[in-house]
C-alpha cells in the first residue's frame, strides 16, 4: 500500500540545537517531493520541491535532501520562529497528492 | 487575486444541515485540490480539478459531499446532511501545472474553513 510516514511525530529543540526531519515514502512513480510548513490556524506554506533521489534545497537555516526512498529536512541552528508543523507531501502517478500527518517542532529559547 | 483565497474561514452547522464551501484559486491556476484536515494530522486528499473537470474525486468519504468547479476558476465543495465527523478543516490549493507528464509545481494553499457541526 501506498503510503507516507513522518517522524518523529513532535520534536522538541533548545534554541541553536540543529536536528532532522523524516520522511519515507513506498510509493511508485514518485513524481516529486514537496515539503511544507504549517502555523495553527494556517493553510500549508510551500518550502521546497525535490523532484529526484540527490537532489537538495536550501533555505536560511533549512536544507532538504532527497534519496529513493525518504526525504530529510536539516535544521541548522533553529531559532524560535521556526516552531511549526513541517508537513512532507508526494505527488506520483499523475494527480495523487498525498500528505504525511506532519511532524510538529517545538523549539524554546 | 495575489494568494489562494477561501470563505466562510469559520462555520458552524447544526446536525443535518447542507454547507457549501467556496475557493477562489490563484489567476490563472490549472490544477485545483481539495482536501480536509483533521486536529494533529495531515491534509486528507478529497478531490483534484484539472480546469473543470474533476480528475479524481476518490478522497470524497462519502455521497454527501460533492465538488464542483464549473467554469475553471472558483470552486466549491459541498456537504449535504452534515454530520459531526464532518468537522474538519477544509483546505483549498492550486497550481500552475497541468500534470500529465510534465514536472508538476508546488500547490499553493489557502487559510482553510474550519467547519464545526454542533
Known amino acids: 500500500e501506498d503510503q507516507v510516514t513522518q517522524s518523529p511525530e513532535a520534536l522538541r529543540l533548545q534554541e541553536g540545537e540543529s536536528s532532522s526531519l523524516n520522511c519515507s515514502y513506498t510509493?511508485?512513480?514518485?513524481?516529486?517531493l514537496f515539503w511544507y510548513r504549517q502555523d495553527p490556524g494556517k493553510g500549508p506554506e510551500f518550502l521546497f520541491t525535490?523532484?529526484?533521489a540527490g537532489e537538495e534545497k536550501e533555505k536560511e537555516r533549512l536544507k532538504a535532501t532527497l534519496t529513493k526512498k525518504e526525504s530529510f529536512l536539516h535544521i541548522t541552528a533553529p531559532k524560535p520562529e521556526d516552531s511549526a508543523t513541517y508537513l512532507c507531501?508526494?505527488?506520483?502517478?499523475?494527480?495523487?497528492?498525498?500528505f504525511g500527518s506532519g511532524t510538529k517542532l517545538n523549539v524554546k529559547p | 487575486g495575489a494568494g489562494v483565497s477561501q470563505s466562510p474561514r469559520y462555520k458552524v452547522a447544526k446536525r443535518g444541515q447542507d454547507v457549501a464551501l467556496r475557493c477562489d484559486p490563484i489567476?490563472?491556476?490549472?490544477?485545483l485540490f481539495w482536501y480536509q484536515q483533521a486536529l494533529g494530522q495531515g491534509p486528507e486528499f478529497l478531490t483534484y480539478?484539472?480546469?473543470?473537470?474533476?480528475?479524481?474525486k476518490s478522497g470524497l468519504p462519502s455521497d454527501r459531499f460533492f465538488a464542483e468547479r464549473p467554469e475553471g476558476s472558483v470552486s466549491t465543495l459541498k456537504i449535504q446532511r452534515t454530520q459531526q465527523e464532518d468537522s474538519a478543516v477544509y483546505l483549498c490549493?492550486?497550481?500552475?501545472?497541468?500534470?500529465?507528464?510534465?514536472?508538476?509545481?508546488?500547490?499553493?494553499f489557502g487559510q482553510g474553513t474550519r467547519l464545526t457541526v454542533v
Open positions: 490549493a492550486s497550481s500552475l501545472d497541468r500534470g500529465w507528464g510534465r514536472t508538476f509545481t508546488e500547490a499553493f
Open positions: 510509493v511508485s512513480g514518485l513524481r516529486g
Open positions: 525535490l523532484y529526484s
Open positions: 507531501a508526494v505527488i506520483y502517478n499523475f494527480n495523487k497528492f498525498y
Open positions: 489567476s490563472g491556476h490549472v490544477s
Open positions: 480539478f484539472q480546469n473543470e473537470a474533476q480528475l479524481d
